[in-house]
């Protein structure tokens, strides 16, 4: 993440980067692995082991990146990346839901699809941006027929249809093309435009050689583009920058900023470009796209989880991918980083619920949490620790390591002092499955502390190794200060196949897609445990059974 600072906001610039993809067997990196003899296997049978209860996926098939989020006149819009013919990557169009609650979602025909010239050969991720006049455009990716990714646009049939059912994309198309001395085909994915000092503006993910690249374009009339003489963003040894994002944020307090109000962008360097860096999930969680909120005044952030298992286990369920919840965003108070927490609505879809408050949790031990669906759950709860003193020393040799490797050598049945200690999710009555999500207390030669938050998949299920399942330690350091109340907070939001969890707030966050074999449906649990010479306490716990919503897509058809 980097931000320029002034009086009022700050300005973040987020992007995916295929060499941040160390993931499964379907490679959604920047050129996606192509199953010819898959792509058109439409499902014969839907399998509902593993699908999630309360995740926005369609009924069937593949989904990837979600695109053009808006809210236009009282209507939440979702486009998003759709094969309508089979479970894998292929055939892409643009499928369109709609929802009054981001919750509830109505499927619509599909918005974008290959047709002619300028796109012929794909329709891939973009943007929407509402102009002056309430008038929403989109900007999109398409494949011409010599295969160069260029960028189009396209707009409603009919602005007075609440639902925008219908988009044309004219004639004049396209809008922007590569310039002879780039990269043809890694060049895509348009930001939202912001207006700025008499020019519109956006943004194209690209890549350089071995340099990352935001290829910076502006225009006055949205019609005519020029490209800036230097990108607003590059770094080396980055990869391709896919499905970049820009947009500001209040310094002070919650209340989120339209993208119209960008001002200008200095990189404040409290971070490094790539995998070393701040991320906004450090698990099963790519192609992210924000968009501006005005009913409630805030920035909303959507991503794609992708499955972790192999394209022949994803024709076998007949669908694969699902959007993850959408998370509102805002600065921290110290404006170091990018803090996501669920949006208020999920909360409607609350059950059944079970307290439990000032339980002590001694080394070895696991508490369960009974009464509520452990397979379809929304669990929060605050650890209060004791003494700090037996924090385990942070071994030197893992400065240079990254957060997932430190976890994979201190999984959570490897003892410490403070921690592991956590949840064990999706979890079978004996253990034998169960997926962690937990926190572990290092203590520096400096003599500060330092937080690993980790969701680690590698017990998650007992199919065999030799399968083509993906089962990392997903893991992240948190920014968080023990030393004044030594209490940090996790939440955690479990759907069959998907756990989704934000430490200390929302300052890291963690998604996986896991596929247990003795953890499923009614024969799910969960548990409290603790794996540290140092007692912990749940100070409060709350856990709720998760219903599903009334209507996820039902009536997808196409």
């Not at 059912?165 to 085909?185: A, F, G, T």
């Not at 919650?254 to 490094?272: A, E």
């Not at 980083?337 to 339980?359: A, C, H, S």
């Amino acid at each position: 993440m980097d931000t320029m600072f002034n009086k009022k906001l700050a300005l973040v610039f987020v992007f995916a980067a295929s060499v941040f993809l160390v993931i499964n067997n379907n490679g959604v990196d920047a050129s996606h692995n192509i199953y010819s003899r898959l792509q058109n296997a439409a499902a014969v049978e839907v399998k509902q082991l593993h699908r999630t209860g309360y995740h926005f996926q369609p009924p069937k098939h593949w989904i990837n990146d979600p695109n053009a989020p808006m809210y236009f006149n009282g209507i939440y819009h979702l486009f998003y990346q759709y094969n309508p013919k089979g479970a894998v990557w292929g055939n892409i169009v643009w499928a369109h839901s709609v929802s009054k609650d981001l919750i509830n979602w109505e499927a619509l025909p599909p918005a974008i699809f290959p047709s002619k010239p300028f796109d012929i050969n794909g329709t891939w991720s973009g943007s929407a941006t509402i102009l002056p006049g309430n008038k929403p455009i989109i900007l999109y990716t398409g494949l011409d027929a010599d295969k160069r990714q260029i960028q189009n646009y396209a707009v409603p049939a009919n602005y007075s249809d609440p639902y925008l059912r219908e988009w044309i994309k004219p004639d004049d198309n396209p809008l922007v093309v590569p310039s002879q001395e780039m990269n043809s085909s890694q060049f895509r994915d348009p930001t939202t435009a912001w207006w700025h000092n008499g020019h519109w503006r956006i943004l194209v993910g690209g890549k350089r050689k071995h340099r990352g690249m935001a290829w910076l374009y502006r225009s006055i009339d949205f019609m005519y583009w020029v490209k800036a003489k230097h990108p607003l963003h590059s770094a080396p040894e980055t990869g391709m920058w896919e499905c970049p994002d820009f947009f500001p944020l209040a310094l002070n307090g919650r209340s989120r900023v339209d993208t119209s109000k960008v001002d200008r962008y200095v990189p404040d360097n409290t971070s490094v470009d790539g995998r070393a860096g701040l991320r906004l999930d450090y698990g099963n969680f790519y192609a992210s796209k924000t968009f501006f909120d005005p009913s409630k005044n805030r920035r909303i952030l959507w991503g794609w989880a992708n499955e972790s298992d192999a394209a022949d286990d994803d024709k076998t369920k007949g669908w694969a991918g699902v959007q993850t919840i959408p998370r509102v965003v805002w600065l921290s108070p110290d404006a170091k980083q990018v803090v996501q927490w669920p949006i208020k609505e999920l909360e409607t879809l609350r059950g059944q619920k079970v307290d439990m408050n000032n339980q002590n949790v001694e080394q070895g031990q696991h508490v369960e949490v009974k009464e509520i669906t452990a397979a379809q759950a929304d669990i929060e709860v605050t650890f209060s620790l004791g003494s700090l003193d037996k924090a385990e020393e942070f071994d030197p040799n893992w400065a240079n390591l990254d957060a997932q490797t430190v976890c994979s050598l201190r999984r959570s049945d490897v003892p410490g002092g403070v921690g592991p200690f956590g949840l064990l999710t999706l979890a079978s009555q004996n253990l034998d499955e169960f997926t962690p999500v937990f926190f572990r207390v290092f203590k520096t030669k400096e003599n500060k502390h330092k937080v690993l938050m980790c969701s680690d998949a590698k017990s998650s299920s007992l199919r065999p190794f030799n399968e083509k399942l993906y089962r990392p330690s997903f893991a992240g350091f948190v920014d968080v200060d023990l030393s004044a109340n030594k209490k940090i907070s996790l939440r955690s939001l479990i759907d069959h196949s998907v756990v989704e969890s934000f430490g200390a707030g929302g300052k890291t966050c963690i998604t996986s897609r896991v596929y247990p074999t003795l953890a499923i449906k009614d024969a799910a649990h969960l548990f409290v445990f603790n794996n540290g010479t140092e007692p912990v306490t749940v100070q409060t716990l709350t856990a709720w059974s998760m219903n599903a919503p009334q209507q996820m897509n039902q009536n997808l058809e196409f």
